[in-house]
């Protein structure tokens, strides 16, 4: 089993940086692919970002492409989403996910093939 804890959400305004934190405890991460998701108030949960754990290749929104850097520490087990030059439309709740290990397939952006989720962290970004 693994357990998935996010950090690092908080209230910002406009144009500033956030960094969120997903760390995993139980089991690694190995093979896996780890996601970024976000739903807002009366919104459906969307895609923000991913990354696959070996090779550390990396998947993004198009709405936070450019702007969010998605990266992993291995020896930390965590990954991080790295957000820049906010918006007001970025206000959300954060859910860091993992699929199950060794995860081939090139569908990431779905939240059905994530095994795995975090509780959520708040972020709120005022104009």
């Known amino acids: 089993q693994v357990q998935l804890v996010e950090s690092g959400g908080g209230l910002v305004q406009a144009g500033d940086s956030l960094r969120l934190s997903c760390a995993a405890s139980?089991?690694?991460?190995?093979?896996?692919?780890v996601g970024w998701f976000r739903q807002g108030s009366g919104k459906e949960r969307e895609f923000v970002a991913a990354i696959r754990w070996g090779y550390g290749v990396t998947y993004y929104a198009d709405s936070v492409k450019g702007r969010f850097t998605i990266s992993r520490d291995i020896s930390k087990n965590s990954v991080y989403l790295q957000m820049n030059s906010l918006k007001p439309e970025d206000t959300a709740v954060y859910y860091c996910?993992?699929?199950?290990?060794?995860?081939?397939?090139?569908?990431?952006?779905?939240?059905?093939?994530?095994?795995?989720w975090g509780q959520g962290t708040q972020v709120a970004v005022s104009s």
């Open positions: 996910a993992a699929t199950t290990p060794y995860y081939t397939s090139t569908n990431y952006a779905s939240s059905s093939v994530y095994h795995y």
């Open positions: 139980g089991r690694t991460f190995s093979g896996a692919v």
